[in-house]
C-alpha cells in the first residue's frame, strides 16, 4: 500500500494521492507512517528535478499536494495535545530560502507535543530571530533550511545570537532535508533533527535540563 501513496505523489497525482491519505486517515492508519512515506515520495520528486525530467512547475505541484496531505494529517498528530506549555520555541525557515512543509510538520509536531511554537515563516533574516529570542526569552531555536545556501544563512544567523550574548543561554536545532552532522559542525548548531519526531525529543531533551 505505501508503494501506491509513494507512486501517486511521484506521478503528481494530487487528487488520488490525497484520497488515498484520507481513506488511510479514516481506516485509523499511523499519520507517522504517512509521514515517512512523504519523505520517500519528496526524495524521488527531488531526483527527478535534478535530473531535468521534473521542472519548477512540477516541484510547485508536489509542493501543493504535500501541503494537502499535510492538512489531512495535523489533526490527527495533534489528537492528544496538551494544555500546558512545556516551554518556548522560536522556529524559522532561514534567510534566502522559502521551502515551509517541513518546518510547518516540525512546528504542529512540537506543538502537538506541548511546546508553545514562535514561528517566523520563511525567509527569516537573522536579526528578526534575536528580536524574537529576546522578546520571549525562548530557550530554544529552531533552523529550518533545505537548499545548500541555507547553511551559510544559518551559520550567519547563529553568529548573530552569538553576538547578541544570547548563545549561552539557547539551545539551537537545525534540520531541512540534506542537514546532517557535518552541516551542524559547520554552522555551529548544538544538534540537528532529520525529522520531526528528532526535533520533538531534542526539544524535550533540552527542555528537561
Ligand atoms: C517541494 C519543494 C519545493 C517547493 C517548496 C514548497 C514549500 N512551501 O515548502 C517549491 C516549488 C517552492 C521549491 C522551490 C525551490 N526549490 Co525546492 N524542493 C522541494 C522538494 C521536492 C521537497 C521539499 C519538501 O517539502 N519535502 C517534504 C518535507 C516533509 O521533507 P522532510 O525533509 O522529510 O522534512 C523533515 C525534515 O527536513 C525535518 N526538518 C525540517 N525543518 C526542520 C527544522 C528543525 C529545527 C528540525 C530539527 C528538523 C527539521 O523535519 C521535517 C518533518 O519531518 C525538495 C526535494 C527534497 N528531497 O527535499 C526540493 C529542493 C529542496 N528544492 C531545490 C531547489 C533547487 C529549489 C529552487 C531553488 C528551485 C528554483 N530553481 O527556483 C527553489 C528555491 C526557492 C527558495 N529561495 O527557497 C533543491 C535544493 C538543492 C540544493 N542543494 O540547494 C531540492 C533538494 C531539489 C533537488 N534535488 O534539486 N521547492
Sequence with gaps: MSED???????LCEKEAI?????????????????EQIRTAMTKVGEKFES?????????MSGEILRQITEILEPKLKADIKA????????????????????????????SNGFEVHDLGVNVPKEKFVEKIKELDAKIVGLSGFLTLAYDTMK????????????????????????????????????????????V????EWISE
Excluded: C
Design 19 to 35: 484520497d488515498l491519505v484520507q481513506k488511510k486517515i479514516d481506516a485509523g492508519g499511523d499519520p507517522l507512517k504517512i509521514l
Design 84 to 111: 500546558q506549555s512545556l516551554g518556548k520555541i522560536v522556529l524559522g525557515t532561514v534567510f534566502g530560502d522559502i521551502h515551509d512543509i517541513g518546518k510547518d510538520i516540525v512546528k504542529f509536531m512540537l506543538e
Design 52 to 60: 531535468k525530467e521534473f521542472f519548477l512547475p512540477d516541484l510547485i
Design 156 to 199: 550567519e544567523t547563529i553568529e548573530e545570537i552569538k553576538n547578541a550574548g544570547l548563545r549561552e543561554k539557547t539551545k539551537i536545532m537545525i534540520g531541512g532535508g540534506q542537514i546532517n552532522e557535518d552541516v551542524r559542525k559547520y554552522v555551529g548548531a548544538d544538534s540537528y533533527g532529520k525529522d520531526a519526531i528528532e526535533a
Design 201 to 204: 525529543a531534542l526539544a524535550k
Design 5 to 11: 501513496l509513494i507512486g501517486l505523489i511521484v506521478d
